[in-house]
């Protein structure tokens, strides 16, 4: 079975611009999370959505939006984007809603001039 | 809130034994998990404990949990070229995320 798909795998932005970023779970996985990681540091939680719904939000702001379709896929969308935006966004999947291990994809690097 | 400690840099030499070592604030998790990074790359789940576990044993790769002083370590045996990666401690957040540790980069010499 195929892992966790990101698309694309690459991107570059200018300032202001806005970005939308793909996400194919494991085939059975009902869960997709989003993260973000800046170079150096540790990915950080932006939003978990189970059953086309979210079901958690870190401190993210109202720029970072997303959503689940009904094959599960997942979208992450940044608005208005800033210099500090840049980083690279990994999805991960898992079978359920709560307390499952996560896979994740090869992220998304996107890189904003 | 959680905070999540780890050595930013290790070195070893092909062949020994390596040790990152994880220190944490919040013991509510349930499962503690490792996962490696290559350059430019996603993660890699590698291993994980449930938090009533002290020890895990998986091939190369040993967990060690003290729930006592809060301290959590991987360590990988026999070390190759093709372990070196940043390794990241990481920790169930409620039922819906994963928090981080900074990240330890291992550089295998041979």
């Known amino acids: 079975d195929a892992g966790v798909t990101q698309s694309p795998t690459h991107l570059i932005k200018t300032r202001g611009q806005q970005v939308t970023l793909r996400c194919s779970p494991i085939s059975g996985h009902k869960s997709v999370s989003w993260y973000q990681q800046v170079l150096g540091q540790g990915p950080q939680f932006i939003f978990q959505y189970y059953e086309k719904e979210e079901r958690g939000r870190g401190n993210f702001p109202d720029r970072f939006s997303a959503r689940q379709f009904p094959n599960y896929s997942s979208e992450l969308n940044v608005n208005a984007l800033l210099l500090g935006d840049s980083a690279l966004y990994l999805c991960?999947?898992?079978?359920?809603?709560?307390?499952?291990?996560?896979?994740f994809g090869p992220g998304t690097r996107l890189t904003v001039l | 809130g959680e905070d999540v400690e780890q050595s930013l840099f290790l070195s070893v030499r092909e062949g020994d034994s390596s040790v990152i070592n994880c220190t944490y604030t919040?013991?509510?998790?349930?499962?503690l998990y490792w996962y490696k990074q290559e350059p430019g790359a996603g993660l890699q789940l590698l291993t994980y404990i449930f938090s009533n576990m002290d020890m895990k044993q998986d091939q190369r790769l040993t967990v060690l949990l003290n729930k006592k002083d809060k301290h959590l370590s991987l360590r990988i045996a026999d070390t190759q070229t093709g372990d070196s990666a940043i390794y990241f401690c990481a920790f169930t957040m409620g039922a819906n995320n994963l928090f981080f540790g900074t990240g330890t980069r291992l550089t295998v010499i041979p």
């Open positions: 919040d013991s509510s998790s349930t499962y």
């Open positions: 991960a999947s898992k079978r359920a809603g709560g307390g499952d291990t996560q896979y």
